[in-house]
């Protein structure tokens, strides 16, 4: 029998902080994670459990990371572009395959609501295309400008 598991973290932790206008600290950060897995038998319970607790615990120490390198200098008040932009760049593919499911929902309902044989259901699918790739990318910035702000960064 088939069990699923969901294992949440959360870690506290300090990093070091640099930036480019040659202030150097320590970031104290909050990091939070979640994982799941599912086992296919009795014998892989205790594997699946821990690989749930295990992937939640790698994503909260990543989100900890990220937020103390993204935070901006509380020097000159800068953020590291560069990190930035990578950080973007890694959220981008999941956010266009929701923005597809999006594009695709838009243009099967508004044809099967419509049935008619014309280039507006398409228009319509496009449209959601950028909307929800819009809305989830912005999102998350935004939430992880939001974790980032909030790194306290002390120097050394």
């Given amino acids: 029998m088939a069990t699923h598991y969901e294992a949440s973290s959360t870690v506290e932790t300090t990093f070091p902080f ?23 038998g009795l014998f892989e319970d205790h594997h699946a459990e821990s690989k749930a607790l295990d992937d939640a615990e ?10 103390v390198e993204l935070a901006p200098c509380p020097s000159c008040g800068q953020r590291d572009g560069a990190k930035w932009r990578a950080w973007i760049q890694s ?3 999941p956010s266009l395959g ?7 929902l838009g243009t099967v309902g508004l044809f099967l609501m419509r049935q008619e044989m014309d280039s507006y259901p398409l228009v319509v699918g496009a449209a959601s295309f950028m909307t929800v ?18 790194v306290i960064i002390t120097a050394r």
């Fill in 18 to 40: 640099e930036c480019a206008c040659g202030f150097s600290g320590e970031g104290s950060a909050v990091g939070e994670g979640y994982g799941q897995s599912q086992s296919g």
């Fill in 91 to 93: 959220r981008l593919l």
């Fill in 98 to 104: 929701w923005g597809i499911l999006g594009g695709v």
């Fill in 58 to 67: 790698g994503k909260a120490w990543a989100d900890a990371i990220s937020s």
């Fill in 133 to 150: 790739t819009a809305l989830v990318l912005g999102h998350q910035v935004a939430r992880k400008r939001t974790r980032s702000a909030g």
